[in-house]
């Protein structure tokens, strides 16, 4: 049976999942490594994840798919032992609108973004019950973070669908921590312009970074240290921190990437 406290990171192969499964990893959680398509790059990952000394596994499971998620916290706990955290990190990010808005697009979103956390969360506390504590639990207890999006404190209408199912995230993340309170805690983790994505240039982005009160947004170091502090917070439930350079401050009437596009167009 592992000693070592477990969590479980979803997509962590790469860009900010990567970030927040090292720092934990530096900071003695051994590692449940899940990725959906980027096999090659989650097992570097894994091998950066042990050189700190600790245990990597990796898990492949199409989030989306109501079967693959159910059975991921089994294959963890039948290979690991034991499961003390769970950071829901893997997101869809699909561009729509309201013109193009469609049943499909908001389902797509939903199934990537919001239905596997609440299974996760289900399953890590199903564990919890299960075990009654004969495991030594990590300082901060059992807990589930949630990544969401400054864009809920800051709404505009890009990125339609995507938005709906954040914000269906941020609501389930109340409802689970009063459904699966005292034994497991449930918080979220709101960044703003962290990485380079989808058509963005680094000229961009680079804008679209500056485009907050503190003149820079988050970077992937920044939301990894948010997410290991709330893991280690046993007071701290049903609430998100916004890490964001203060971006949800800002009023934006469009996504920060067209804002971004064109500042960068008329320099």
């Not at 990537?112 to 009654?132: C, D, F, K, W, Y």
Request: proline residues 4%.
């Amino acid at each position: 049976m592992a000693s070592k406290p477990v969590v479980l990171v979803t997509g962590a192969a790469r860009r900010v999942g990567r970030e927040i499964a090292l720092d934990l990893a530096a900071h003695g959680y051994d590692v449940a490594l899940h990725y959906h398509a980027s096999a090659q790059e989650a097992a570097l990952t894994a091998d950066a994840i042990r050189a700190h000394g600790v245990r990597a596994e990796i898990f492949q499971a199409d989030l989306a798919q109501e079967a693959h998620a159910r059975s991921l916290v089994p294959q963890v706990l039948q290979a690991m032992g034991r499961l003390d955290a769970v950071v829901n990190n893997a997101s869809g990010f699909e561009y729509d609108d309201l013109a193009t808005f469609s049943y499909d697009v908001l389902q797509r979103q939903v199934a990537a973004n919001t239905a596997p956390a609440v299974v996760l969360s289900q399953a890590l506390h199903a564990h919890i019950l299960e075990r009654g504590d004969q495991l030594r639990p990590p300082a901060g207890g059992a807990c589930v973070v949630n990544l969401l999006d400054q864009k809920l404190w800051n709404p505009n209408p890009d990125y339609f669908s995507y938005t709906l199912s954040k914000a269906a995230l941020e609501a389930a993340s109340t409802m689970l921590a009063m459904a699966l309170a005292p034994h497991v805690r449930v918080c979220g983790v709101a960044p703003g312009v962290t990485l380079l994505s989808g058509s963005m240039s680094e000229s961009e982005f680079e804008a679209a970074h500056r485009m907050t009160v503190l003149q820079r947004s988050s970077t992937p170091a920044d939301v990894a240290r948010s997410v290991r502090f709330l893991l280690d917070s046993p007071a701290i439930t049903g609430t998100t921190l916004l890490v964001d350079g203060g971006q949800h401050l800002v009023g934006q009437a469009r996504d920060v990437m067209f804002l971004a596009r064109s500042t960068a167009s008329s320099t």
